[in-house]
């Protein structure tokens, strides 16, 4: 790194930015702009310094004070342990879409033909796990490039996941009511 000094509160500023720093710093004084500088002794407050340091390119910083602003980090890629690990928002989000998904079609199938949940499931299980399948990886592909959901009108992800959760409920109860009674709960 290296930034010429032009005056004498500006090589004390260079010091002790030096010492904040530990960078290495040498001191030389020069006649004339041409001539190759050269180490001094001493340094004088009278004539015009020039301060060298042994620094990267990278790492310049002028007498004003200013550094250079350093790059954001690079994003990283999500890995399947950071999306689905327990505190993460995958198992949830997945989880209560699929439940959104299953109870809406569960009550419908049984309004419209009186059968049982674990009946329809027996009935039709490679549409059923084909469509659970496509909601997993639509749900988790935006997990993996890190994406933010956002609102749309009154979607939200706060809903989404409020009315997830009362799906989940729902699914389970509507389980349990079947098991208990042997039938279709209509």
């Known amino acids: 790194m290296a930034f010429a000094v032009r005056s004498t509160s500006s090589i004390s500023m260079a010091r002790s930015f030096a010492k904040s720093s530990n960078a290495r710093l040498s001191v030389v004084s020069r006649a ?12 004088s407050e009278s004539a015009p310094q020039k301060v060298v340091s042994t620094s990267t390119p990278e790492e310049v910083v002028s007498t004003s004070g200013y550094t250079k602003p350093t790059p954001p980090p690079a994003p990283f890629a999500a890995t399947l342990g950071d999306v689905m690990n327990f505190g993460g928002a995958a198992p949830e989000i997945t989880n209560g879409r699929l439940a959104m998904v299953g109870f809406v079609a569960a009550l419908g199938a049984e309004l419209s033909s009186g059968e049982s949940v674990l009946r329809q499931i027996g009935d039709e299980p490679t549409l059923i796990n084909i469509t659970f399948l496509l909601f997993i990886a639509a749900s988790l592909i935006p997990m993996f490039q890190n994406k933010k959901a956002e609102a749309f009108g009154p979607f939200t992800p706060d809903a989404e996941l409020l009315n997830g959760r009362a799906a989940m409920i729902g699914f389970a109860a509507l389980l349990a009511f079947e098991a208990t009674n042997g039938a279709a709960m209509f």
């Open 32 to 43: 004339s702009e041409q001539e190759p500088a050269t180490p001094a002794p001493s340094t």
